[in-house]
């Protein structure tokens, strides 16, 4: 669940909320609005953004492996539903805990760093073409997060810490 709805819900079981935490309540049901729209905008339009992002990197790629190029587009495919998902909850431990803990060194173990890349930036592009500045921002930390995780060679280390 939305993590600061949570908590206003359980205070208000302890009291009635206060002025400021009705005001709270109201910002956060109304950010869980836009963000709604955000991950519907997401499901409508995830097979046109991926069918071009596919079309973008066989074109790059045209040497690669086709089964290689299918494996990082079907990852980064995922990478997103999660994504939005965690932007929906507003809660970056469900992005954590979900997928990125199957993510840490999986482009370093296939070696597709250069591919996921690529096709990341490509998804940068085409998320800009169909989403809002607003909902771009609401989204971005997120996808953020997981580029981190696998495109960032330093992310094995600092997860380990």
Not at 5 to 23: F, G, R, V, W
Not at 56 to 82: D, F, G, M, S
Not at 115 to 127: D, K, M, P, V
């Amino acid at each position: 669940m939305y993590p600061e709805i949570e908590i206003l819900l359980n205070q208000a079981e302890d009291h009635l909320l206060n002025t400021d935490q009705i005001k709270n309540f109201k910002l956060n049901i109304a950010s869980l609005t836009h963000r709604l729209e955000t991950y519907e905008v997401l499901r409508e339009r995830e097979a046109a953004i991926f069918q071009a992002i596919a079309d973008q990197c066989l074109a790059t790629y045209a040497n690669e492996n086709p089964k290689i190029l299918e494996q990082v587009l079907k990852h980064w495919i995922l990478v997103l539903r999660h994504c939005a998902m965690a932007m929906l909850l507003n809660d970056p431990d469900f992005l954590q805990q979900r997928i990125l803990g199957w993510l840490k060194g999986l482009s370093q173990t296939h070696q597709t760093q250069t591919i996921e890349a690529t096709l990341y930036q490509s998804l940068q592009t085409h998320l800009k073409q169909v989403l809002s500045p607003q909902q771009i921002a609401l989204l971005h930390p997120f996808l953020e997060q997981a580029q981190a995780h696998l495109l960032d060679p330093n992310a094995l280390a600092r997860s380990e810490e």
